[in-house]
């Protein structure tokens, strides 16, 4: 296997993928097969995924282990993520002395259009948190800011982020989630939920789409 040409940050940094990394051969992975030509290469393979999910999860443990908390997940592109991650929770839960009870509640944002984010963001089943009033909150998705907004209105105890992926973008001002999984380059990548106009969320590896493949399900 290829060295991979990453960092790491930190605990709350997560790990750094460099500007020039090209990612693996898809020759290298098992994926669709209606999906031949329409990606560059697999970006990060799901079980790179899968372990980095299970550190994160640990410190959640660590730092969340004595509270209350409700997990809202951010539909559709980070519900993948969100289950691994309570079901990494869960486990640790069972055998260890810190055990978390944990709600998980489901809501939606909406912000891109092809391969462009736009500034019209629509918020779905937000509109009453009342619930969340004095929990510990671990939000995991894209797009938080406008939804962390929103949130702190129903004075939960605490509010957490944890992000699986976090784009390094130019002039970027948006703070870091509390928990990264990885640091990427600002590249369009699909799968393990991530689409691109509804396509691509049946991948288990997150891709970078083709020029093609853009052109293809561009809407």
Known sequence: MADVDVQSHGR??????????????LDLFSY??????DL?????????IMDRTERLARNIMDDLGDHDIVVLCVLKGGYQFCVDLVDRIKALSRNSNHTIPMRVHFIRLKSYLNDQSTEDLHILGAEDLS??????IVGTGK?????????????PKMIKVAGLLVKRVPHNTACLPDYVGFE??????V?????YNEYFRDLNHICV????GKMKYKI
């Open 143 to 155: 797009t938080m800011e406008t939804l962390l907004k929103h949130v702190e209105a129903f004075r």
């Open 131 to 136: 619930f969340l009033a004095g929990k510990a």
């Open 184 to 189: 990427i380059p600002d590249r369009f990548v």
């Open 32 to 37: 669709p097969a209606h999906y031949c030509g």
């Open 12 to 25: 709350r940094g997560g790990i750094v993928i460099n500007d020039d990394w090209p990612g693996y051969s």
């Open 209 to 212: 789409i083709s020029e093609s």
């Open 40 to 48: 560059d290469c697999v970006f990060i393979p799901h079980g790179v």
């Open 191 to 195: 799968g393990y939920a991530l689409d």
